[in-house]
Structure formats: C-alpha cells, structure tokens
C-alpha cells in the first residue's frame, strides 16, 4: 500500500483553498499533522476519507489473488478435517478391540 504525504500546499490545490484556510482546518482539528516528521505533512488516506473517497485496501489484482488463496486454505481444511474423522474413527475402534 502507497503511504504518501501531502503539504499544506498540496491540499490547498486540491480543495482550492488557500493555504491559511489549510492552516484553519489543521487548527481546528478536522485534519491531523503526522508526527514525527519534518514539517507540517498529512496523510493522504486521512484526506481521502475526508473527501469521501471510497478505499480500497487492495487492489483489484491482490483482492482476487487472496480470494483465490483463501479459497485453497479452505478446502484444505475440509481435507484436513475428513483425514481427522477417519483418524479418530480407526482410533475408537482400536480402543475398542
């Protein structure tokens, strides 16, 4: 996943705002800083979820690649899981004799 920054001037491009007005919005709190580095610099994926931007966690190629593993790991759980009923089958009937 892109971890992107963006400056004041950046978003001020992006919204058309002036960068004072970037600076207002940082100060009252409806958008955040990231600490910890130089300069005032924001996440990318705060201001999209501000604008209403739909994210996407992955994208369409690595969604279908874990789809079509998830999909592996389940049937062979369903394997490992008849191998343990004929397991604890034989097993039972062994404590039996």
């Given at each position: 996943?892109?971890?992107?920054?963006?400056?004041?001037?950046?978003?001020?491009?992006?919204?058309?705002?002036?960068?004072?007005?970037?600076?207002?919005?940082?100060?009252?709190?409806?958008?955040?800083?990231?600490?910890?580095?130089?300069?005032?610099r924001f996440n990318l994926q705060q201001i999209e979820e501000l604008e209403?931007?739909?994210?996407?966690?992955?994208?369409?190629i690595e969604r279908k690649k874990l789809e079509r593993e998830i999909e592996?790991?389940?049937?062979?759980?369903?394997?490992?899981?008849?191998?343990?009923?004929?397991?604890?089958?034989?097993?039972?009937?062994?404590?039996?004799?």
């Amino acid at each position: 996943m892109e971890y992107k920054l963006l400056t004041q001037q950046d978003i001020a491009g992006r919204w058309q705002l002036t960068v004072r007005a970037v600076e207002n919005c940082r100060k009252a709190g409806i958008i955040t800083a990231v600490k910890g580095v130089p300069g005032i610099r924001f996440n990318l994926q705060q201001i999209e979820e501000l604008e209403g931007t739909k994210l996407e966690r992955f994208s369409p190629i690595e969604r279908k690649k874990l789809e079509r593993e998830i999909e592996a790991l389940k049937q062979k759980i369903a394997t490992y899981e008849d191998v343990r009923a004929i397991i604890l089958s034989a097993s039972t009937k062994m404590i039996n004799l």
